[in-house]
C-alpha cells in the first residue's frame, strides 16, 4: 500500500507540474475575488443555520428542552443565542468588522453545537465540525494578517508565530473533512478515489503544492457536494431535505476554508516555504 501511495504521489506531483502555469494564471486573474468568494462560502453553513433557527424556533427549542430536560427559558436561550451569535458573526464577516471576535464566536458556536446535538459521539459529524473550526483558523489567520499590514514598514522578526501555526492547523483540520469521504470498498473505482484523495490530502496537511492540491480538492469537493446533496431535489416536508441542506452547506463551508488556502498559501510552517530557504 505505501508503494502503491508513493507512486500515486509520484504521478499527482508530474500533473501539478502540467497543470502549474494554468493554475498561476488563475490565481492571477481572480486574486481579488477570490478571498471574498472564500469568506462567503465559509460562512454560508453559519448563515443557514442561524436563518433555519428563526424558521424552526419552536421546533429546535423543543428538541433541546426535550433531549437535555433543561427546560423552556434555557432552550429558548439556546435557540436565541445560536441565531444571533451566528447571524450576528456572519455580518461581522462579511463587513470586515471585529473579524477575530466573531471567529471566537462562531468556534463557541461549533462547540455548543457539538455539546447540544451529541456530534461529540458520531465520528463523521465530529470530523466535519473541526473541518469547519479549521477553515475559521484560517480565517482568523487572514485577519491577523490584515491587522499586521496596517503597520507596514514597521521591523518586526518576520511572520507572526501564531499566524503560522493556526495556518497549520487549519490546513490539517480542513483534510478531516475528506476522511469523511473514503469509501472501503474493493472496486477498482473505489481504490482509485481513496488512493487519489488521500495524496491530495496529504499535500494540503504538509504544504507541497499546496494551492495547486487544495483547488484540485475544491473541485473534487464541489462536484461531490453538488451530486450527493442535492436538497432542492427532495421535498421541504421531508427530513431528508433538511438533512441533505445541512450538509450541503457544511461542505461549501470547507470549500471556503481550502478557497483561502489557495487565496493566501499555506503559510510558514509548509513544504512550500521551507524550499525557498533551500
Known sequence: FIEKSLSILFLVNHLFLLFLPSVAQFLRLTKH?????ARLCLISTFLEDGIRMWFQWNEQRDYIEATWSCGYFLATCFVLLNL???LGGCVLILSRNFVQYACFGLFGIIALQ??????????KFLMRNLALGGGLLLLLAESRSEGKSMFAGVPSMGESSPKQYMQLGGRVLLVLMFMTLLHFDSNFFSILQNMVGTALIILVAIGFKTKLAALTLVVWLLAINVYFNA???VPAYKPMHDFLKYDFFQTTSVIGGLLLVVALGPGGVSMDEKKKEW
Open 33 to 37: 475575488y477570490l478571498p471574498h468568494l
Open 231 to 233: 436538497f432542492w431535489t
Open 84 to 86: 444571533i451569535g451566528q
Open 114 to 123: 457539538t455539546v447540544a446535538y451529541s456530534i461529540l459521539w458520531d465520528l
